[in-house]
């Protein structure tokens, strides 16, 4: 069965640290994709990056890296140099196969104070 | 706005109601999904439009749940006999292709609280 784990419930740092958020998933499948979304306050879920099984390269976007092992089923995800307007809750999904839909996992809660 | 819309924002009703909840996804989007996220979980797979017809609802957790969509836009999501644990944030998004090739945009959700 599918599954994501994200252990951390809740991070909290100080602005200009920096954060990884981590993410273990389970599938029996050879092809999925694997997602992060950022879920601010206001409750809208915001795509962050998609990776597929075949793809281990690892990703920068501005402040924003991505570590995809599938030797330790893991797709972590950090944060450098955090800032305030970071605070929110990222979650990690996998999909269901290669067409399946999204196995979400239970959410970090991020704070990032000043 | 351009985003996707869904109403009401905030519905709450008593054990055993009628409840129908409504996506207006982004124009032009032909694929549309529906999710519900509870206190402290991430959002569950609930039914997947592709057009009209539900390519996927395996996700919806028994029969009181039925979605619709008629004419490939808009969508409703309906609960019948609502119980206290249909309480969640249900929460609506669009694509324009698949979740493998589009980006999935989610509206803000519907909080459900069922008394």
């Known amino acids: 069965a599918q599954k994501v784990t994200q252990a951390q419930t809740e991070i909290s740092v100080v602005e200009k640290e920096d954060v990884t958020l981590d993410c273990v998933y389970e599938?029996?499948?050879?092809?999925?994709?694997l997602f992060w979304y950022k879920q601010p306050p206001s409750g809208e879920l915001v795509f962050l990056i998609r990776?597929?099984?075949?793809?281990?390269q690892n990703e920068i976007s501005g402040r924003y890296s991505w570590n995809f092992q599938k030797s330790t089923s893991s797709f972590n995800f950090t944060i450098t140099a955090s800032q305030v307007v970071d605070s929110a809750v990222y979650f990690c999904?996998?999909?269901?196969?290669?067409?399946?839909?999204?196995?979400f996992g239970k959410g970090t809660k991020l704070s990032v104070k000043p | 706005g351009a985003g996707v819309s869904q109403t009401p924002s905030n519905k709450v009703t008593e054990k055993g109601k009628y409840v129908e909840l409504r996506c207006d996804p982004i124009?032009?989007?032909?694929?549309l999904y529906w999710y519900r996220q509870s206190l402290g979980q991430g959002p569950e797979f609930l039914i997947y439009?592709?057009?009209?017809?539900?390519?996927?609802d395996s996700g919806l957790p028994n029969d009181r749940f039925f979605a619709v969509r008629p004419e490939g836009s808009v969508s409703t999501l309906k609960i019948q006999r609502t119980e206290r644990g249909d309480s969640a944030v249900y929460l609506c998004?669009?694509?324009?292709?698949?979740?493998?090739?589009?980006?999935?945009?989610f509206g803000e959700g519907s909080r459900l609280t069922v008394l």
């Open positions: 998004a669009s694509s324009s292709g698949t979740l493998y090739t589009g980006e999935l945009f």
């Open positions: 599938t029996r499948d050879t092809t999925y994709y």
């Open positions: 990776r597929n099984s075949f793809d281990e």
């Open positions: 999904a996998l999909s269901r196969g290669s067409q399946g839909n999204l196995i």
């Open positions: 124009s032009g989007h032909t694929a």
């Open positions: 439009f592709q057009g009209t017809g539900a390519a996927d």
